[in-house]
């Protein structure tokens, strides 16, 4: 386990190894398939039940989503240290940090929030846009709703991203290092920015994963492809920051030999 001050300084790799995170993944994936998709099934299905609770369902949802993350992060732990999967390994996150990984959900609401309201300020009306579809506008008039919401979804897109960046790593930040949340997202953000050639790779890769997924019947599919990118995450966050105390050892000592 590494410790919070070597997380202070995220490594920079190649860009190849957003492939080879994927495949980590797998690897991993395929330690413990049954019980890995078993226990997403059964969170994703707490989370949406939990998104059904009027006003609020989603905030809480949202709330919840570092904890199953850190679950996820806590398991491929134990099976990258060739231990035994069990189910009190998903609750990694409610047994532990919880606060801490609670107060990154509530960045990513209140965030979400904020860039929704600056979106339809500027004139981004999903609701209308389905109205106008399910009305039969015509082509004329749906290029014209289109043409001024494009601005909207750019500038969302843009301010979207680094709230990913900082985001992406932080749960596994605060459970595995104990970094307090404003630590974990600036961190995360720094991590990200500074290996964007390997994260573009690797949301590239996930992404034609997912699309793949998305294929097969009852988005049964999503149960493997969900704790494979879960995999995924882990294997980068390895990559990055787990690895860089034993590097450092390695350098060091062939520097001495």
């Known amino acids: 386990m590494t410790t919070a001050s070597n997380q202070d300084i995220p490594r920079k790799v190649a860009a190849s190894q957003g492939f080879q995170w994927l495949a980590a993944g797998f690897r991993l994936y395929r330690k413990s398939p049954l019980l890995l998709s078993a226990a997403f099934g059964a969170l994703f299905g707490a989370v949406m039940a939990l998104g059904l609770i009027p006003v609020i369902g989603g905030p809480l949802s949202e709330l919840a989503s570092p904890l199953i993350v850190a679950g996820f992060m806590a398991a491929y732990r134990a099976l990258d240290e060739g231990r035994e999967l069990e189910l009190p390994n998903f609750l990694a996150g409610v047994q532990g940090p919880a606060i801490p990984l609670m107060a990154v959900g509530a960045v990513q ?18 609701v209308a846009m389905m109205a106008a579809a399910k009305e039969g506008a015509s082509p004329a008039e749906m290029q014209a709703i289109l043409n001024q919401a494009t601005p909207a979804l750019l500038v969302g897109m843009a301010l979207f991203a680094p709230l990913i960046m900082a985001t992406w790593f932080a749960p596994a930040l605060i ?28 949301s590239f890769a996930l992404g034609m994963l997912l699309f793949f997924a998305a294929l097969v019947p009852m988005l049964l599919g999503l149960l493997v492809a969900m704790p494979v990118l879960f995999g995924s995450l882990y294997a980068s966050y390895q990559a990055i920051f787990a690895v860089w105390a034993d590097d450092a050892a390695s350098y060091a000592g062939d520097n001495l030999a």
């Not at 609401?109 to 999903?126: A, N, S």
């Not at 970094?179 to 690797?202: K, Q, Y």
């Open 175 to 202: 459970l595995f290092g104990g970094a307090r949340p404003a630590t974990a997202l600036g961190v995360s953000l720094r991590a990200v920015a500074r290996n964007w050639a390997a994260m573009l790779v690797n």
């Open 109 to 126: 609401l209140l965030g979400t929030l904020l860039i929704g309201q600056i979106m339809l300020g500027m004139g981004f009306d999903p």
